[in-house]
């Protein structure tokens, strides 16, 4: 494994890739792999004494802001996976983990770093970091300079959209639609030709606001080039009042052709 720092709490989690949790072409699904990193960094927050549902208690709940995800390649079924996650960086407002996704023999498949802000459930709007948890996180020597990622672009033109209507199975326990889901209605928005012929390198999302149950959203990309594979930029908003709630983009290189 690459993982270089030492000095913090880590958490690894094995699972085995199930044949209903690949796509067509034979890989992990996009958005599987999203939900296996977020139940790594629930079942470790649980572990340092930072539990969603222990926020919940409180009044408040853990919200992803970014997320950065790099693949070098995907897992098949039967495969058996390690994901190695751990607290990179707080301060008062944000808290960054990063993330590996590795073979049983320590192999790379994936990177991920995210950022996370603490949201009250009251008032849905983000506060600064409860002291107790940078306490808990502290006595890890974790570091106090999350990253600071650009701003991203909307796609000009939008070429496709697609529209999505939020369901029960979106929702989290703060009431709001997953950020897994907001995954899912980006990499829909693909077209087809590319989808079936290319596989996601890289995805970079960045969440600005909440969607509840019976919005419409729509997902609408934009291709940014083609020259070496495709780069998508993309936009969610909901359908009511065009509310822009993610940012994306992807990019996706030829892939070989799914075994049968």
């Known amino acids: 494994m690459a993982y270089d720092a030492p000095m913090r709490p880590v958490h690894r989690m094995t699972v085995k ?29 649980a572990d340092l004494g930072v539990s969603v549902e222990s926020l919940i208690d409180d009044g408040c709940a853990w919200v992803l802001s970014r997320m950065h995800v790099i693949v ?29 996704v590795c073979m049983a023999d320590g192999s790379v498949l994936a990177r991920a770093t995210t950022l996370w802000i603490v949201l009250d459930l009251e008032r849905r709007r983000p506060i600064r970091v409860p002291s107790r948890i940078v306490d808990a996180l502290s006595r890890h020597h974790v570091g106090d300079t999350p990253i600071r990622p650009d701003k991203q672009a909307d796609p000009d033109p939008v070429e496709r959209e697609t529209d999505f209507r939020v369901r029960r199975s979106d929702l989290d326990m703060a009431d709001h639609v997953n950020n897994t889901s ?27 606001a909440e969607c509840h149950r019976g ?46």
Request: glycine share 4%.
């Open 17 to 45: 890739v199930r044949s209903y949790e690949t796509d067509v072409n034979g890989r992990l699904q996009v958005p599987t792999l999203c939900r296996l990193l977020q139940e790594a960094a629930t079942i470790h927050a």
């Open 182 to 208: 907001y995954v899912e209605w980006i990499v829909e928005a693909v077209p087809d030709e590319v989808w079936s012929t290319h596989a996601l390198v890289e995805l970079d999302i960045s969440y600005l």
């Open 215 to 260: 919005a419409t959203i729509v997902s609408g990309c934009g291709c940014l080039r083609n020259t070496d594979g495709f780069e998508f930029l993309h936009r969610l908003a909901r359908r009511r009042d065009s509310g822009v709630v993610a940012r994306a983009r992807t990019s996706w290189r030829p892939a070989e052709p799914a075994s049968r």
């Open 72 to 100: 070098d390649r995907w897992p098949r079924a039967d495969d058996e996976i390690v994901i190695v996650t751990w607290p990179e960086a707080l301060n008062r407002l944000t808290t960054e983990r990063r993330f590996e």
